[in-house]
């Protein structure tokens, strides 16, 4: 018998539910909620393994089922709840600035120029302009952002 077979005939309770105290610690380490599902699966294996007396084999077969079963139905259950927030424009900076009115950095000519955004300028796109009139954010194409004149 070789040593890794040796082992896996000795799998236990206790191998089980140390191996979920080592996904819960990772999961903790990293990013996102991925190790969580192979650490409730491991301690529900060692749960089974202390009341039951189950070949090593089936344990290692019960072990993927589970974290193929929990990882699942985790992504279909999380891809439903939708994070609302107080800001959901946090990440697109661009959409942010629609609607609003900036004073022209650079001339607007042959349909691109700047407009200063706090501390830092955006490239616009819009009819031409001199330097110093007022633009309305009319919308947004990555960084680039869409302007018109701004009304009187």
Excluded at 3 to 10: G, V
Excluded at 49 to 78: E, G, R
Excluded at 94 to 123: C, F, M, P, T
Aim: glycine share 10%; no cysteine.
């Amino acid at each position: 018998m070789s040593p890794l077979t040796s082992y896996l005939a000795d799998l236990g309770a206790w191998n089980w539910l140390i191996l979920a105290g080592v996904f819960f610690s990772l999961e903790l380490l990293a990013p996102g909620i991925f190790f969580i599902w192979f650490g409730i699966s491991a301690a529900a294996v060692g749960a089974l393994a202390l009341s039951l007396d189950i070949a090593w084999q089936w344990q290692l077969v019960t072990f993927a089922l589970l974290s193929l079963v929990s990882v699942i139905a985790a992504k279909i259950y999380l891809r439903g709840q939708a994070t609302e927030t107080d800001r959901p424009l946090l990440n697109k900076r661009a959409q942010q600035h629609i609607g609003r009115s900036y004073v022209l950095e650079e001339a607007i000519e042959n349909g691109r120029g700047k407009i200063r955004v706090g501390d830092s300028l955006w490239r616009v796109e819009g009819p031409d302009r001199p330097k110093g009139e007022r633009v309305v954010v009319t919308g947004a194409d990555g960084t680039v952002l869409h302007v018109e004149p701004a009304e009187a």
